[in-house]
């Protein structure tokens, strides 16, 4: 009986494992089935991860609105998104619209224009992110403004236009690609994590608003998007709570994983996806229920940088 069973654990193992790969496989093609025909409008579609959303979301067939403030690298990836599309699978020409959403005079008239585009607009995708590190009191009120302008008032505004065509309609999901800094902040990021904690509270309000409409409000929070060539140093870490954190932290996610997380919530209408590890999810537990503690920490980590940065 005891050899059988050790025989059948491998088989058991194998087993699993296949119904595992199945139900993957199974989830990332309805899930890109879920976008065919859609009007899918992507911000920021020049940086890593708005050209992963835009590839992702163009072999799932939808229809593209590329938003971005280059018009070359604009350029660029419609051609790549056109040479690497299957002939067998139905997908459509992306359409591009110069927009920079830092400078919120143009935000309104440019999203007329994406509107005009296709004539309605299924799902929005904001992904913006301009970061800034510092501490507070060197980053001038001019910074922090153009911050806010690009993580927070572009988005909004964007929104806003885009909104009541989703309401007559009765039908949209609005994604909006934030940072955990969204949920606490970290020192000499004061602006940035500001500028997260506002975009993450008006979705959060909007969300109970348009939800007798059937317009979903999702939030996608990973902790860092990295670039795709980087990845965490190898370096020489001690043992301080303050490092073992931030480097666990830094570590990031990939864009590719994080465009197909973004496909996932669209697909299953996820309301709020936070995407970390551990240690940074363990962190917001110690921040909401133990505040004070959390705050010591910081504070030490603070202290001690300083003091390197004093030694040096």
């Given at each position: 009986m005891?050899i059988?069973a050790?025989?059948?654990?491998p088989?058991?193992?194998?087993?699993i494992?296949?119904?595992?790969f199945?139900?993957q496989?199974?989830?990332?093609l309805?899930?890109?089935?879920?976008?065919?025909?859609?009007?899918?409008?992507?911000?920021?579609?020049i940086?890593?991860?708005?050209?992963?959303?835009?590839?992702?979301?163009?072999?799932?067939?939808?229809?593209?609105?590329?938003?971005?403030?280059n018009?070359?690298?604009?350029?660029?990836l419609?051609?790549a998104?056109?040479s690497?599309?299957?002939?067998?699978?139905q997908t459509?020409?992306p359409?591009?619209v110069?927009?920079?959403?830092?400078?919120?005079?143009c935000v309104q008239?440019?999203?007329k224009?994406?509107?005009?585009?296709y004539?309605?607009?299924?799902?929005?995708?904001?992904?913006s992110s301009?970061?800034?590190k510092?501490?507070?009191?060197?980053i001038s009120?001019?910074?922090?403004?153009?911050i806010?302008d690009?993580?927070?008032?572009?988005?909004i505004?964007?929104?806003?236009v885009?909104?009541?065509?989703m309401i007559?309609?009765?039908?949209?999901?609005i994604?909006?690609?934030?940072?955990?800094?969204?949920k606490?902040?970290?020192?000499?990021?004061?602006?940035?994590?500001?500028?997260?904690?506002a975009?993450?509270?008006?979705f959060?309000?909007?969300?109970?608003?348009?939800?007798?409409?059937?317009?979903?409000?999702?939030?996608?929070?990973?902790?860092?998007?990295?670039?795709f060539?980087?990845?965490?140093e190898?370096?020489?870490?001690?043992?301080?709570?303050?490092k073992f954190?931030?480097?666990?932290?830094?570590?990031g996610?990939?864009p590719?994983?994080?465009a197909?997380?973004?496909?996932?919530?669209?697909?299953?209408?996820?309301?709020?996806?936070l995407?970390?590890?551990?240690?940074?999810?363990a962190?917001?537990?110690?921040?909401?229920?133990?505040?004070?503690?959390?705050?010591?920490?910081v504070?030490?980590?603070v202290?001690?940088k300083?003091?390197?940065?004093?030694e040096?």
């Amino acid at each position: 009986m005891g050899i059988m069973a050790v025989l059948m654990l491998p088989l058991l193992l194998l087993g699993i494992s296949g119904l595992l790969f199945i139900y993957q496989e199974v989830s990332r093609l309805w899930s890109k089935s879920a976008v065919q025909n859609k009007v899918v409008v992507i911000t920021d579609a020049i940086s890593g991860l708005g050209k992963e959303c835009a590839r992702v979301f163009h072999t799932g067939g939808a229809r593209l609105v590329l938003c971005g403030k280059n018009w070359e690298k604009l350029e660029s990836l419609y051609d790549a998104l056109i040479s690497v599309a299957d002939p067998s699978k139905q997908t459509f020409t992306p359409k591009l619209v110069l927009l920079d959403l830092s400078d919120i005079s143009c935000v309104q008239d440019v999203a007329k224009e994406v509107l005009d585009c296709y004539g309605c607009v299924d799902i929005l995708i904001n992904n913006s992110s301009v970061k800034v590190k510092g501490p507070a009191h060197a980053i001038s009120l001019e910074l922090d403004k153009k911050i806010m302008d690009a993580n927070y008032f572009g988005p909004i505004t964007l929104t806003k236009v885009l909104l009541p065509n989703m309401i007559s309609r009765r039908t949209g999901q609005i994604v909006l690609v934030n940072n955990i800094q969204g949920k606490f902040g970290l020192p000499f990021r004061t602006a940035y994590a500001a500028s997260k904690h506002a975009a993450l509270g008006f979705f959060d309000c909007l969300r109970a608003e348009v939800e007798e409409y059937d317009v979903i409000i999702s939030t996608v929070s990973p902790t860092f998007i990295r670039s795709f060539h980087v990845y965490p140093e190898q370096g020489n870490w001690d043992a301080s709570i303050w490092k073992f954190f931030f480097r666990k932290l830094a570590y990031g996610v990939h864009p590719g994983e994080a465009a197909e997380e973004v496909m996932r919530t669209v697909q299953r209408k996820k309301q709020e996806v936070l995407m970390a590890n551990p240690i940074p999810k363990a962190a917001l537990f110690i921040r909401t229920f133990f505040p004070e503690f959390f705050f010591a920490v910081v504070a030490c980590g603070v202290k001690e940088k300083l003091d390197v940065l004093g030694e040096g």
